[in-house]
């Protein structure tokens, strides 16, 4: 198996504060903010932190849209029809959401 390597406490716990302030700012523009979950779907902001000790540990943000979007695009993406407009929206759908995001967090 792999031995992961993960941050210390100290750098776990500022990203975790990191994190809540990335929370309550997105929160207060009135955007549904949840943390990563493998069981469930949620839209909204997802916050993610990876507390591996690598070139990639730190807070992510994505936006996800909703799951009849997501689940549409999905499988035209399966069916080979990649022209189809189902997917062009929610990518663009996306892009705009990522740069609102970023705008409300700086």
């Known amino acids: 198996m792999f031995n992961i390597r993960h941050v210390s406490a100290n750098v776990e716990e500022a990203y975790k504060k990191l994190a809540a302030l990335v929370h309550s700012a997105l929160e207060a523009a009135g955007l549904p903010v949840h943390y990563t979950s493998v069981n469930s779907f949620f839209s909204g902001a997802e916050i993610e932190i990876d507390t591996g000790d690598d070139d990639a540990g730190g807070v992510y943000v994505k936006w996800r849209p909703s799951e009849q979007l997501s689940s549409a695009a999905a499988e035209m993406v399966r069916q080979g029809k990649f022209s189809d407009p189902v997917i062009?929206?929610?990518?663009?759908?996306?892009?705009?959401?990522?740069?609102?995001?970023?705008?409300?967090?700086?």
């Open 88 to 106: 062009k929206h929610s990518g663009s759908i996306g892009l705009f959401m990522r740069d609102a995001i970023i705008a409300i967090l700086m």
